[in-house]
Nanobody, 125 residues
Framework: QVQLRESGGGSVQAGGSLRLSCAAS????????MGWFRQPPGKEREFVAH????????QYADSVKGRFTISRDNLKGTMFLQMNSLKSEDTATYYC??????????????????WGQGTQVTISS
């Protein structure tokens, strides 16, 4: 099993930046394709970005493309989500997730067997 813990959430004004981290423990991060998802208030959880085991392949939701960057440091056991030019619609609880059955990530939530507890991001306009 792997345990995931998100950090770095908070409250910022629109146009600002935040960097989320997802620390893995229990197993090496390098065994998993990883993803970020978010759940806005009153809405379903949605895909944000995913990254392959090596970090060479990434994919983003259209709503964050060009503003968010996913990355990972397998040696340090941590994945990141750099979020720039934040908008009020980015307000959500952000979750990291791990998939041990694939080299590449997925936008399909059911592909991920491990989830963190989430970190809150609030953007004020």
């Amino acid at each position: 099993q792997v345990q995931l813990r998100e950090s770095g959430g908070g409250s910022v004004q629109a146009g600002g930046s935040l960097r989320l981290s997802c620390a893995a423990s229990g197993r090496a991060l390098g065994a998993f394709a990883m993803g970020w998802f978010r759940q806005p208030p009153g809405k379903e959880r949605e895909f944000v970005a995913h990254i392959s085991v090596s970090g060479a392949n990434v994919q983003y939701a259209d709503s964050v493309k060009g503003r968010f960057t996913i990355s990972r440091d397998n040696l340090k056991g941590t994945m990141f989500l750099q979020m720039n030019s934040l908008k009020s619609e980015d307000t959500a609880t952000y979750y990291c997730a791990a998939n041990e059955h694939a080299q590449y990530g997925s936008s399909w939530q059911e592909a991920y067997g491990y989830w963190g507890q989430g970190t809150q991001v609030t953007i004020s306009s």
